[in-house]
T-cell receptor
Framework: DTGVSQNPRHKITKRGQNVTFRCDPI?????LYWYRQTLGQGPEFLTY????????KSRLLSDRFSAERPKGSFSTLEIQRTEQGDSAMYLC???????????????FGPGTRLLVL | GQNIDQPTEMTATEGAIVQINCTYQ??????LFWYQQHAGEAPTFLSY????GLEEKGRFSSFLSRSKGYSYLLLKELQMKDSASYLC??????????FGTGTKLQVIP
């Protein structure tokens, strides 16, 4: 499978616990993005990486959220001290840096659905 | 900031044509995407427009007018499997992509 993969697909946790999600992008893609999506809304940008560098971070991302991409391949998103408001689908996408039609198009993984009780 | 507007819901008949509109306001416009998202699934890429005009891809076409801040997605020969949310997304600058809230399309027999 050469698409974007995310693990786990579903996570149920209790308020106050920490959770970590993993994203494996398409292998030749050097850009990786994290989004959060709640019911009836479009994906909201959280952060993005070019290779291992985190180049932009949304103001939506509180101090409880941290993302890493240590070797420029897979990425992790950690949420500390989860709150019920963190319940959402967390989507990862990847794209290829460059020029030309369609370059920069983001391809999404299946998402991790988080439920905080 | 960016502002993207699209209708919340639409209903259309199987076999018909439907047009989903999207208007946007942004600075540094650098392209517009359409994605399809079935319930509980991730968005899948449909089209990308960066220049004015119509891009056709099978049953799906997308149009862009940069001067009007306007795009539409045209779906022909509607099938039941086309029932999904359709997301308009605008790219500003080099990376930042902002999504609209999506248009939920219901195809009825």
């Amino acid at each position: 499978d050469t698409g974007v993969s995310q693990n786990p697909r579903h996570k149920i946790t209790k308020r106050g616990q920490n959770v970590t999600f993993r994203c494996d992008p398409i292998s030749e893609h050097n850009r990786l993005y994290w989004y959060r999506q709640t019911l009836g809304q479009g994906p909201e940008f959280l952060t993005y990486f070019q290779n291992e560098a985190q180049l932009e971070k949304s103001r939506l991302l509180s101090d409880r959220f941290s993302a890493e991409r240590p070797k420029g391949s897979f990425s992790t998103l950690e949420i500390q001290r989860t709150e019920q408001g963190d319940s959402a689908m967390y989507l990862c996408a990847s794209s290829l840096r460059g020029t030309g039609t369609g370059i920069g198009t983001q391809y999404f993984g299946p998402g991790t659905r988080l439920l905080v009780l | 900031g960016q502002n993207i507007d699209q209708p919340t819901e639409m209903t259309a008949t199987e076999g018909a044509i439907v047009q989903i509109n999207c208007t946007y306001q942004t600075s540094g416009f650098n392209g517009l995407f359409w994605y399809q998202q079935h319930a509980g699934e991730a968005p899948t890429f449909l089209s990308y427009n960066v220049l004015d005009g119509l891009e056709e891809k099978g049953r799906f076409s997308s149009f862009l007018s940069r001067s009007k801040g306007y795009s539409y997605l045209l779906l022909k020969e509607l099938q039941m499997k086309d029932s999904a949310s359709y997301l308009c997304a605008v790219k500003a600058g080099y990376q930042k992509v902002t999504f609209g809230t999506g248009t939920k399309l219901q195809v009825i027999p």
